[in-house]
């Protein structure tokens, strides 16, 4: 069974302050893909980063950048100068070949608010 | 390009009546479809799932089911609403191991 774990449920920052969002997994395949959402307040879920389990080079794409770490199994998010309208639900995922499905599992999700 | 919709955007169902939600996907076949449900300050729950017409998996016993008539339609729906059932109803499909999602119904059994 595999597992996405995003302690964090809300975390509220000042805008231009930088913030990381955790998300630990847990999975007994080893070939996998990660991935971050954004939901915003209009409730549709918009596709980030995906990462498969062979690359553990970090990403960097504009203010974001991702942190992947197999030894800890960790795939964390940070939003460097945040914004306002960066406030939303952040979803971490994790899809493992077991089956050969390939059927994401969502953690619960962190709400980020940033104050103007 | 590839585009999926949703509709509708928010429907308010008294309990025990019928339910049905629609999805189709645009510009690709056969996809690999999905319905999500989120309730309330919570996570996505897998609720189904399709890899082509009239095959349907099942990832969690409720009181839904679903259907796919067409390559590109996906359909959800209910006998008899309970309201348990309310929450945020997710379509999704899958294009090169990533899930691309509809607008979402925002479903309220009163």
């Not at chain 1, 990381?20 to 596709?47: A, H």
Request: include cysteine; charged fraction near 15%; glycine fraction near 8%.
């Amino acid at each position: 069974a595999q597992k996405v774990t995003q302690a964090q449920t809300e975390i509220s920052v000042v805008e231009k302050e930088d913030v990381t969002l955790d998300c630990v997994y847990e999975t007994r395949d080893t070939t996998y893909y990660l991935f971050w959402y954004k939901q915003p307040p209009s409730g549709e879920l918009v596709f980030l980063i995906r990462r498969n389990s062979f690359d553990e080079q970090n990403e960097i794409s504009g203010r974001y950048s991702w942190n992947f770490q197999k030894s800890t199994s960790s795939f964390n998010f940070t939003i460097t100068a945040s914004q306002v309208v960066d406030s939303a639900v952040y979803f971490c995922a994790l899809s493992g070949s077991s089956g050969g499905s390939y059927i994401p599992t969502f953690g619960r999700g962190t709400s980020l608010i940033v104050h103007p | 390009s590839q585009t999926i919709h949703q509709w509708p955007a928010t429907l308010v169902q008294p309990v025990g009546s019928p339910l049905s939600l629609e999805c189709t996907v645009e510009g690709t076949s056969n996809p690999n479809l999905y319905w999500y449900r989120q309730a309330a300050g919570r996570g996505l729950q897998l609720l189904f799932y399709s890899v082509g017409i009239g095959q349907i998996s099942s990832e969690v016993p409720q009181n839904l089911s679903a259907s796919r008539p067409q390559d590109r339609q996906f359909i959800l729906s209910s006998k008899k609403l309970l309201l348990s059932d309310s929450g945020f109803y997710l379509c999704a499909w899958r294009w090169d191991g990533k899930l691309f999602f509809g607008s979402g119904t925002q479903l309220s059994v009163l």
